[in-house]
C-alpha cells in the first residue's frame, strides 16, 4: 500500500477536477472557505451560513463536501455549517504525510476544529464519516458537542467479506470501468450517474489511490465512554453491516445515545429526512 494517498496521474486529477468543480457549482455559495494546515496535510473546508452553533460535517468515502449538496440549505439555517474534505482522499485537501491508525485520524481531525477556532462542535457523519465522527468523540471528547452517526461503517458492526470482496474489482485495471459503477449502485441501490454526488464518488474511486487504514469496529469500552450525546440512524437494507446487529449494539453500549433502524433505508440513506432528524436532535432555535 502508498504511505500516502494520490491522484493516479496528473489526467486523473484534471478529469477528477472538472467533476468537483461541477460539484462546487450544485453547492450555495460559501461563506468562507479554509485551507486548515494539519500535521498530516492541508485540509479544505467550507463555511456555510453565519450563525448557530458549529456544525461539521464529515461525508463517506470520496463523497467530499458535495455529498451535504442538498442538506446544506436547511442546516445552515439554523447552525454554522463546515464541511470538510477528508485527509488522504480526493477531494481539495492535500495529505502530505501517513495516517496510519485511528489516533491519526483522530489528530488531523481535532487540529483541523482547532485551525477553525472552534472549541467543541456538533458532528454529523455519513458511512466513513460517522466512524469519523465517533473515532473523535472517543480519542478528543472535548471537541464534540454531539454526534449524528448516518449509517456509520465499522462501527457497531464489522464490515461484511462481501462488500470487502466486491470492492476488489473497483480498483483493479481493464475490468473497474464496469465494476465501479456496479459496486456503487449495489451498495447505495442508486445508479451513481444520476446525480452529481454519485458522479464525484465514481470519479474519486476511478482516479484516487486511497492510502488510509481500514477502520475497524471499537471496543464496547470505547462507545460506552462516549460521554457526548449520540444519534445512529442505520440502515435497514444497508450492505456495509449487519444493519440488526449494529442498532442493537449502539443501543447496549451507547450512554447518551439513541439508535434508529430505518427499515427501508440503504446505505445511501435519504437526505432530506436525515436532516431534518438530525435538526430534531440537535439543541437550538
Known amino acids: 500500500m502508498r504511505r500516502i494517498g494520490g491522484f493516479r496521474s ?20 460559501p461563506a468562507a472557505r479554509h485551507d486548515v494546515p494539519t500535521a ?10 453565519a450563525d448557530g452553533d458549529p456544525l461539521v460535517l464529515l461525508p463517506g468515502r470520496c463523497g467530499t463536501s458535495v455529498m451535504f449538496r442538498t442538506s446544506i440549505p436547511r442546516l445552515a439555517r439554523r447552525h454554522r455549517v463546515h464541511t470538510v474534505d477528508l485527509l488522504g482522499e480526493p477531494g481539495r485537501s492535500e495529505q502530505t504525510a501517513p495516517i496510519r491508525d485511528a489516533g491519526d485520524q483522530a489528530r488531523w481531525l481535532d487540529e483541523t476544529l482547532a485551525g477553525l477556532g472552534l472549541g467543541e462542535a456538533h458532528l454529523l457523519g455519513v458511512s466513513f ?35 470487502v470482496l466486491r470492492a476488489i474489482p473497483v480498483g483493479l ?3 473497474s470501468s464496469w465494476a465501479r459503477p456496479r459496486f456503487l449502485a ?30 475497524v469496529p471499537f471496543p464496547g469500552e470505547q462507545l ?15 450492505v456495509v453491516h449487519d444493519p440488526r446487529r449494529a442498532v442493537a449494539r449502539a443501543r447496549e453500549l451507547l450512554r447518551h445515545g439513541e439508535a434508529e433502524l ?24
Open 40 to 49: 498530516f496535510g492541508t485540509v479544505r473546508v467550507y463555511r456555510f451560513g
Open 173 to 175: 485495471p481493464y475490468v
Open 10 to 29: 496528473p489526467g486523473s486529477r484534471a478529469r477528477y477536477d472538472a467533476v468537483y468543480d461541477e460539484g462546487l457549482r450544485a453547492l450555495p455559495e
Open 186 to 215: 449495489w451498495v447505495t441501490g442508486a445508479d451513481p450517474a444520476d446525480a452529481v454526488e454519485g458522479r464525484l464518488v465514481s470519479a474519486g474511486f476511478q482516479h484516487f489511490r486511497i492510502a488510509l487504514p481500514r477502520p
Open 262 to 285: 430505518w427499515p427501508d433505508a440503504t446505505h445511501a440513506m435519504p437526505a432530506d429526512e436525515v436532516t431534518e432528524r438530525t435538526l430534531r436532535f440537535l439543541p437550538g432555535r
Open 224 to 238: 460506552r465512554g462516549i460521554g457526548a450525546p449520540v444519534l445512529a440512524l442505520i440502515g435497514g437494507r444497508s
Open 129 to 163: 464519516g460517522g466512524w469519523l465522527a465517533a473515532n473523535l468523540a472517543i480519542r478528543r471528547p472535548a471537541r464534540v458537542a454531539s454526534a449524528t452517526l448516518v449509517d456509520p461503517v465499522a462501527t457497531f458492526a464489522p464490515l461484511p467479506p462481501a462488500l
